[in-house]
């Protein structure tokens, strides 16, 4: 299997990988299908209303085939934080809240207390749009809105993670991080995607499971997937 990868890094020997672009500071895992090697295309499908959007979660070695392809799962981020390496999904932990909007490491943060965020004080600002201040997206994409998301559960038959697999998304149910235990817990049974949307110190999501697809807002300290839309 070849890679394309998106990454900036003065810690990576440019030599020894097949494919770099600088993508405004982002990581994006990409496989190809072949030899060829365009470094400045990102996969992308058009959903059924006509947006464009990454074909994969950040982090995802492929386009899922099912549900609950692990390939297909991708990393988990805490809301707001660079993909610093604390979205991987067995990333070391600490309970120490950063003061700072990056953080300087690649720890995934604990947090057992209101408002359960790995931040000190809390950012609302970090993944707003394209210029954000921590957008994980490649360049010229960026985290979906509340509607954005609401617009696309709208469009899928039956509305529950069979219908998100089914859309042109091909979403998976790739579990989440917890906030508080750093453990991941239901990936193959639960979806949890970030938006961009904040309110009263949390941020929205939207759920997957068999039975449901819902947007609700979660604590921002907790991992979820992250899937981007095109600006």
Known sequence: MKFKVFIVSVFFVCSVLPCISLAQNKVVVIPLDSGNCDCDQIPTVTSANGRVWMD???GAYDVAKSVDDHRAYGWLYQWGRLPDGHEIRFSPTTTDLSDEDVPGHGDFIMSSSPPYDWR???NDHLWQGVSGINNP???GF?????????????????KNSAGAFASPLKLVVAGRRHRTLGEVHAAGSVGNYWSSTVSNG???????SSSDAYLDYYPRGH?????????
Not at 202 to 208: A, G, I, R, W
Not at 223 to 231: N, T
């Open 202 to 208: 949390q941020s929205l999501n939207l759920y997957l």
């Open 137 to 139: 997206c490649p360049a």
């Open 120 to 122: 000190d004080e809390q």
């Open 142 to 158: 960026r985290l979906p809105t509340l509607a954005e998301w609401q617009t696309e559960i709208d469009s899928w038959t039956p």
């Open 223 to 231: 991992g979820h997937s992250v899937r981007c839309i095109k600006d």
């Open 56 to 58: 994969r979660n950040l």
